[in-house]
């Protein structure tokens, strides 16, 4: 079965693969909304390129360059997987520490309490 995509879908996809450097959220954001500073539009953005990446379109991206590329070597897709993999591991560390706080919070002192 093959899935449609949406028309922002489309669009971005195209905008990603003519790009001869990495595509930034603003430059999207302006080619595709005629602005660069609507913090829903970039929101939609982020979730038509991860809708793209989990139909499949190898989209990467890398917080050393911004912007987003269809990948084009296996060392792109390795760095992009590394990269996320990190983050995942840093906010679930976060998220921890945030349940351990809420047990103790009867144990310490609240700011502002």
Do not use: W
Not at 5 to 18: D, G, M, N, P
Not at 20 to 29: D, F, L
Not at 41 to 46: F, V, Y
């Amino acid at each position: 079965m093959k899935t449609e995509l949406t028309e922002l879908q489309e669009t971005i996809l195209k905008i990603v693969s003519k790009a001869k450097k990495p595509a930034t959220r603003p430059s999207i954001q302006f080619a595709v909304y005629g602005t660069t500073n609507n913090r829903n539009n970039d929101r939609a953005i982020q979730n038509a390129i991860k809708a793209l990446r989990d139909l499949g379109y190898v989209i990467v991206s890398n917080s050393d360059h911004s912007g987003y590329k269809l990948a084009t070597t296996q060392a792109e897709v390795d760095a992009y997987v590394a990269e996320r993999k990190k983050a995942a591991a840093q906010m679930i560390k976060t998220a921890m520490k945030v349940r351990k706080a809420f047990q103790q919070r009867g144990q310490m002192r609240m700011a502002g309490a």
